[in-house]
């Protein structure tokens, strides 16, 4: 619950422009917000540094534009993830300042761009079939106030790719690594650098890949000392701890005003 937000309903009442019974509602609304199929978590942000952002897949296209109503009213910044082209065109309806990012299959709305990293983050693919989980973990940690460097198709296959971003990878304080096949990028780049490596098994591969599984395995097994682990394409969670490891907690995100499509 952001305590400027209490400050802002207590001045309103003491001034006589809404009623205790209204004044109380909007108190209650700013932890969660009952809206039948779903309690939107509007105290996210404060209690986590980002708002909650809306799974979309196994949601129906009318639960998903309750929810995004909810947040958008809020949150300056909301983001889609696992949704459609369809869903897009009815979010422009409501903001006309959501972006729709095919490859990642997510909704953006991104109207604070106060940058809160300390440095920069990376996210490598080993093939181009890995963009998409490693787009979403990008988008994420963009919208967080991040600023992020793409690298793509950079697998071990061909290790002279890899080898060549080196710059870029040991300037990084995060570095986010997508990888299917057998897993193996992550160690690779673990050894390179002296920062956090956010691996992500993809579920690219042939049929002993198992969906994923091999890749997963191969990099909770890695030797390098400096990877970590998220689930099989779990490019928002990479994001998102990303974001978390290189923000600066003395600029807190600021949800007044901006809020408005």
């Not at 682990?229 to 901006?258: C, H, M, Q, T, Y």
Request: glycine content about 10%; hydrophobic content about 45%; proline content about 3%.
């Amino acid at each position: 619950m952001n305590a400027s937000d209490i400050e802002k309903i207590l001045l309103l009442h003491s001034a006589g422009e809404i009623s205790v019974t209204e004044a109380t509602a909007q108190l209650k609304n700013l932890s969660y917000q009952d809206i039948g199929f779903a309690r939107v978590d509007h105290a996210r942000a404060a209690r986590q540094g980002f708002p909650e952002v809306i799974f979309g897949q196994g949601k129906t296209r009318a639960q998903i534009l309750g929810i995004f109503e909810k947040l958008a009213e809020r949150s300056p910044n909301v983001l889609i993830t696992r949704t459609d082209a369809d869903v897009y065109g009815e979010i422009r309806n409501i903001c006309t300042e959501a972006e729709w990012h095919e490859a990642a299959r997510v909704i953006r709305v991104f109207r604070d761009r106060t940058e809160l990293g300390v440095g920069e983050i990376a996210v490598v693919t080993a093939g181009t079939s890995d963009i998409p989980v490693a787009e979403e973990a990008a988008l994420t940690a963009e919208t967080m106030g991040n600023r992020v460097k793409r690298i793509w198709d950079a697998g071990v296959a061909g290790i002279h790719r890899i080898l060549s971003e080196r710059e870029i990878l040991q300037s990084s304080r995060v570095v986010i690594v997508a990888a299917g096949m057998e897993g193996a990028l992550p160690s690779v780049v673990g050894g390179l650098v002296k920062v956090p490596v956010i691996a992500v098994p993809t579920s690219i591969g042939y049929g002993a890949s198992f969906g994923g599984v091999a890749a997963l395995l191969g990099m909770l097994n890695s030797c390098a000392s400096n990877v970590t682990v998220v689930n099989i394409d779990n490019g928002f969670g990479a994001g998102f701890v990303a974001g978390l490891i290189n923000r600066r907690f003395d600029s807190a995100p600021d949800d007044s005003e901006k809020a408005k499509c």
